[in-house]
């Protein structure tokens, strides 16, 4: 018994728990494992703590800007991380575009803009609601991180991020570490052990970022993670 409860103890020791869907939010950790404090980017965020890329680094300490078009979300946010700033606002390419969305619940994390995508799942959508659009760049420019360094962002939008990233402003932001969600819909089952290489490098989500001076990393399921050429990691 005794034995046991000291492996107990050693393993919560020298362990750690992952919050992401994917336990991606462990590679991130890593990679800013010598940064303490840092602002991070979440869009797309759903939950502060479940399912969450940045839960982790807002333990350590890190605070920034978190995203979701629902209300019920937000207000969790909150409630629970009230020194970061969150905005409840559909996210797109430009500001003020009216957009459909392919609404199944309040809270549901497959809440989406894409089409081909809601017409691909086995599960249908309730609804179909009208809202208009913000960018990125606006929504930063508008909060109390508009002038800061921005480490990190986590985009996952339901196969929208592409769309949402072809008009953000990369030299300005100069993020370093980036974790996109890529989605294949052409598979039986988007998301679930069929991202293959081929793939990826042939997506413009992709193209568009080596193209922003970012290289692919890794990748966990369905989350790909870029980082800028040429950064020391040791000094990120």
Known sequence: MFINLLKK??????????????????????????????????????????????????????????????????????????????VQELVGPVDGEEKEIYYYHERSAINTISKVLADKRLKKPKKIIKKKTKSLNTIINNSPYFNKKINFMSIDIENYEYEVLKNFNFGKYDIDLIVTECVDVSQQKPETHTQTLEYIVNTSLYKLLIYNNYKLINWVNSDLLFIKKNLDINAI
């Open 9 to 86: 103890i050693y393993y919560e020791k020298y362990s750690k728990k992952s919050y992401s869907i994917s336990s991606v939010d462990l590679v991130i950790d890593r990679l800013f494992s010598n940064k303490s404090t840092g602002i991070y980017l979440d869009v797309g965020c759903n939950h502060p703590i479940k399912y969450n890329n940045t839960y982790l680094l807002h333990k350590k300490g890190w605070s920034g800007i978190n995203i979701d078009l629902d209300k019920k979300s937000i207000h969790e946010f909150n409630k629970m991380r009230k020194n970061d700033y969150n």
